[in-house]
């Protein structure tokens, strides 16, 4: 079993920042790229900023300048600075991950989420 679990969100007001941090366990081979994606009320899930285990790293447009996506490979946790945060960066985020485990190809896996909610 492998699980994702995010933790770091909450309320905030605008122009503040929080750390959003996400934690694989379980029986971990590998991990590929990892991420984060977001959704609003009404809305589809977004990509916010991804990390492959290369560090190359892809952000939202709306996000740039403002939110920096980071891993820490010894301990399988990717995480999600975010500053200037805006009411529109309310939403729930999710972690996301390639995963290998021992003997298996990689498969993708979600964590269950966290709130951040921005107000004006």
């Known amino acids: 079993q492998v699980q994702l679990v995010e933790s770091g969100g909450g309320l905030v007001q605008a122009g503040g920042s929080l750390r959003l941090s996400c934690a694989a366990s379980?029986?971990?081979?590998?991990?590929?790229?990892s991420g984060w994606y977001r959704q609003a009320p009404g809305k589809q899930r977004e990509l916010v900023a991804a990390?492959?285990?290369?560090?190359?790293?892809n952000y939202a447009d709306s996000v740039k300048g403002r939110f920096t996506i980071s891993r820490d490979n010894a301990k399988n946790t990717v995480y999600l600075q975010m500053n200037s945060l805006k009411p529109e960066d309310t939403a729930v985020y999710y972690c996301?991950?390639?995963?290998?485990?021992?003997?298996?190809?990689?498969?993708?896996?979600w964590g269950k989420g966290t709130l951040v909610t921005v107000s004006s």
């Open positions: 379980g029986s971990i081979f590998s991990i590929n790229a």
């Open positions: 996301n991950a390639d995963i290998s485990r021992p003997g298996t190809l990689y498969l993708d896996y």
């Open positions: 990390i492959t285990s290369g560090g190359r790293i």
